[in-house]
């Protein structure tokens, strides 16, 4: 779906569908030089991170296996809550892996920094963080992330598996929510 097909939802357009694949193969050139000679496990955040997932995954020129948890802390709120609930786990053990976390969106950071932490305890050789957006005035925690596509003002996003009570993921780029949708 195109962002303007949903025109009167958004205030404007903030990332071109253009932009997001040529900022995906740039991440991905950067991925592959840090994890040359690995094979690092991709953990997808569910359910935003699935485009961004699919999109790296795919313009990887290395192997990489993959997995998905799913942790929540936003409801249908526009704003993180801070109190983390896991909703899916990870099938695959962690001991000496290669942890390459791929989230979509990262907000206050307080998910985030849970989310590493709860996956260094499981006795990962190293873990490291791939999002596609950063609000870095949202932050509320400083959370390290080795590859980070946009910073993006603190602003509600939606599009390319980002959503608002479950509608908008499948939007190409990324637009800003119009206040009329969730007020």
């Known amino acids: 779906m195109e962002l303007a097909d949903v025109r009167d939802d958004l205030d404007r357009e903030l990332i071109s569908e253009r932009e997001i ?6 991440l991905c050139r950067a991925i592959e030089r840090d994890y040359e000679g690995r094979r690092p496990l991709l953990v997808g955040v569910l359910k935003g991170a699935v485009m961004v997932m699919a999109d790296l995954a795919r313009e990887l020129k290395l192997h990489v296996d993959m997995d998905w948890m799913a942790v929540s802390s936003y409801g249908k709120s526009t704003q993180s809550s801070g109190v983390v609930r896991i909703l899916k786990d990870l099938d695959s053990d962690l001991a000496g892996r290669d942890v390459l976390i791929v989230e979509d969106i990262i907000d206050s950071g307080l998910t985030l920094s849970w989310l590493l932490g709860n996956l260094q305890s499981r006795g990962a050789a190293s873990v490291k ?6 609000k870095p005035d949202a932050a509320k925690v400083d959370v390290p992330v ?8 603190n602003e509600f996003v939606v599009g390319y598996g980002l959503d608002y009570a479950e509608r908008y993921r499948n939007l190409r780029g990324i637009g800003v929510l119009a206040p009329h949708v969730y007020s």
């Open 129 to 134: 963080v791939c999002a596609l957006l950063r």
């Open 146 to 153: 080795e590859y980070v596509g946009f910073d993006i003002p």
């Open 21 to 26: 694949v040529d900022k995906i193969a740039e």
